[in-house]
């Protein structure tokens, strides 16, 4: 098996484990359609601005869930924008998260909504190492001449 088509198997068998373990869902393959030739970059540019906008929620998350009197309202919009942008691009575990997280900003939980944000915080980080190594795999396969294979 030369190097591209070993690549490319690696590339299927990692892409199918992000869907197996609830990484991603349907979502993520619609988002790929969305690329071709006109736009080769485009999964990889959608992907990296969630990356942007998710860690200024996180960091916007943390500070509203530290102060003297939680404003509820406010965690919520922002876990409501987080769930948003991870459903947008397949996250599926990040957004089941969310769902929780907006249980515990309606009954003014805060011990519960800061458990949902570790949790959040750990699933995020789970699935941008994922899809940072899934986007190195497809670069490989780039450079090595290959095309990147599509999930049926």
């Known amino acids: ?65 530290q102060q003297h009197i939680v404003d509820y309202k406010q965690v919520d919009a922002l876990v ?16 089941n998260v969310c769902v929780s997280f907006r249980n515990y900003c309606e009954e003014k939980n805060v011990e519960g909504c800061f458990r949902c944000l570790q949790q959040v915080k750990h699933e995020y980080h789970l699935v941008k190492s994922r899809l940072d190594a899934l986007f190195k795999l497809e670069q490989q396969i780039l450079a090595a001449g ?5 999930i049926a």
């Open 80 to 95: 409501h924008q987080f769930k948003g942008s991870s459903s947008s691009i397949g996250a599926q575990r990040v957004k």
């Open 146 to 150: 290959g095309s990147v294979p599509m």
């Open 1 to 65: 098996m030369d190097v591209v088509s070993q690549l490319q198997r690696q590339f299927l068998d990692f892409t199918t484990s992000l869907y197996r373990e609830g990484f991603l869902d349907d979502q993520f393959v619609q988002l790929q359609k969305l690329q071709d030739e006109s736009n080769p970059e485009f999964v990889i540019e959608v992907v990296s601005l969630f990356f942007e906008d998710s860690e200024k929620l996180l960091n916007n998350l943390s500070t509203a869930l």
